[in-house]
């Protein structure tokens, strides 16, 4: 399979979960804002990154989901998907620890 | 999908630098044009080898009504290494495009970025009195900074800076998540070429937009 078909599969797979059941924690100057993926607005903005972590893996663990924490340039810090009950952290700084995501 | 070069009043040339250190406000710039419904022309958007740079510059010039340049390569980036002309030159080029050219040419604007607020004027003190909008090097404050300017430069209304940067937020780990699941390394992922990017965020965009109203 080439790189390009590759990547469209992963996309297309990715765009076909429920992206609301992603939960982000996204930095905005000196708070955090928890939001689900496709949610227009906030789920929570806080003060506190980690109260921010914690509300959104609670939220996760709620919908079988997962959470992406992101650096205050926008891009991904961690990333943990909830598998039999439990988050599993997939990538964290820069690593990927697992391509069966 | 290809620019329209007749999409004159749509189109926004950026001329900023591309190093490394420098993506991650590229990125966030380019997803800020897309996101308000413009389209990013760059002179990296392209693979052909066989345009000169130069030539490839003055035709962007051309197309583009709206124009954003990053002069903050005025300073090196790392001691021992001079200072990048090229944002500085293209800047010229593009105001005097402006100021000698006739028709819709006339009509061209421009925003100017820099790091810091007035550090230019001790390297460029001609463009003393031009709007100069400082981004510290922060991508939030630059997405704010070229949305405040576009939505006063086209008179449309686009969506709020905050809005902007958590979309650009998701969709950059969304493209990462994409590509690491479809096996790539993580050098690969970070060197991505500028028009694959592009293609990638105008993608996502265009497919989440019913959902932002």
Known sequence: MTREARLTQAIQRLSAMDRRKVIHVISDRDRWVVMRERAKRATRVLADREQAIDLARSMAREANGEVIVHRKDG??????????????????????????? | MAPDPSDFDRQVFINCPFDDHYQPLLRSLIFTIL?????PRIASEDADSGLVRFEKIRGLIRACRFSIHDISRIE??????????NMPFELGLDLGC????????????????????????RVLSDISGNDIRAHDGDTQTLIS??????????AKDLPGGSHIWQRFNV??????????????????????????????????IHSTAAEQG
């Open chain 2, 145 to 154: 900074e070229v949305r405040r300017w576009l939505s006063v430069a086209t």
């Open chain 2, 76 to 85: 090196p980036l790392h001691p021992g290494d001079l200072p990048r002309f």
């Open chain 2, 171 to 204: 969709f950059s780990t969304f493209l990462q998540a994409s590509l690491t699941k479809a096996g790539f390394t993580t050098e690969e992922i970070n060197t991505l070429e500028t028009a694959e990017w592009i293609r990638r965020a105008q993608g996502w």
């Open chain 2, 98 to 121: 402006r100021l000698y050219a006739s028709g819709r040419l006339a009509g061209k604007q421009c925003l100017i970025l820099e790091r810091e607020r007035y550090r230019y004027q």
């Open chain 2, 35 to 39: 996101d308000c419904r413009l389209t």
């Open chain 1, 75 to 101: 891009t991904m810090q961690e990333w943990q998907v909830v598998r039999d009950g439990r988050l599993q952290t997939v990538y964290s700084y820069g690593e990927p620890r697992s391509s069966e995501v």
